[in-house]
């Protein structure tokens, strides 16, 4: 069954690093996303992309965020500096068009130290 | 902007008990409703959907949820819980005109007694 892999499972950072987060969406999926999930929060929308570009973004998602569909099977999460408080569950989804479901990574656990 | 809610943040029932487990949201309209289940160091998988017809959907692992306009509710349900659903369970909406991107209410995490 096709699912959503996302590397790594696990990194730990320098706070005021750079990370990337990877994803690789179901093939056939257009409609891509990442999520994050501080521990013992919620799971909070950070962005959507479509058709090689943002199509909504959260007020979390501010400039020291990045996404990119670098070929045709890969798509990235980059945090430019990271903060102590960047640490979280990032989880990757994505979607088939005409599909209202999303599917989910296993999510990328980012420990900023 | 459509919020979820989940009342319960934490819930106990004995291996064998029935399982309910409550969601009220609010928007304008009849969004997409989902139910996740993320067990301990694992992502979300989802259970079930609902986006229009029949109110009581059915889903993976003997779970069903039902829709109920007049509420705002999608409460999930399991006859019969197994040790092996201790779990972490959030309720979602969707919104076609947002991308249906997410909207995830908080949580409730299960704990099943022997």
């Known amino acids: 069954e096709p699912e959503v892999t996302q590397t790594p499972s696990h990194q730990v950072t320098q706070m005021g690093q750079e990370v990337i987060l990877r994803c690789v969406p179901i093939s056939n999926h257009l409609y891509f996303y990442w999520y994050r999930q501080i521990l013992g929060q919620k799971v909070e929308f950070l962005v959507s992309f479509y058709n090689n570009e943002i199509s909504e973004k959260s007020e979390i998602f501010d400039d020291q965020f990045s996404v990119e569909r670098p070929d045709g099977s890969n798509f990235t999460l980059k945090i430019r500096s990271t903060k102590l408080e960047d640490s979280a569950m990032y989880f990757c989804a994505s979607r088939f068009q005409g599909n209202t479901e999303a599917f989910f990574g296993q999510g990328t656990r980012l420990t900023v130290v | 902007a459509q919020s979820v809610t989940q009342p319960d943040i934490h819930i106990t029932v004995s291996e064998g008990a029935s399982l309910e487990l409550r969601c009220n949201y609010s928007y304008g309209a009849t969004p997409y409703l989902f139910w996740y289940v993320q067990s301990p160091g694992q992502g979300l998988q989802l259970l079930l959907k609902?986006?229009?017809?029949?109110?009581l959907v059915q889903g993976i692992k003997g779970f069903e949820a039902e829709f109920k306009r007049s509420q705002s509710s999608f409460n999930l349900r399991k006859p019969s819980v197994h040790w092996s659903d201790a779990a972490e369970y959030f309720c979602a909406v969707g919104i076609k005109a947002a991308g249906n991107k997410l909207t995830f209410g908080g949580g409730t995490r299960v704990l099943v007694k022997p």
């Open positions: 609902y986006f229009s017809g029949d109110t």
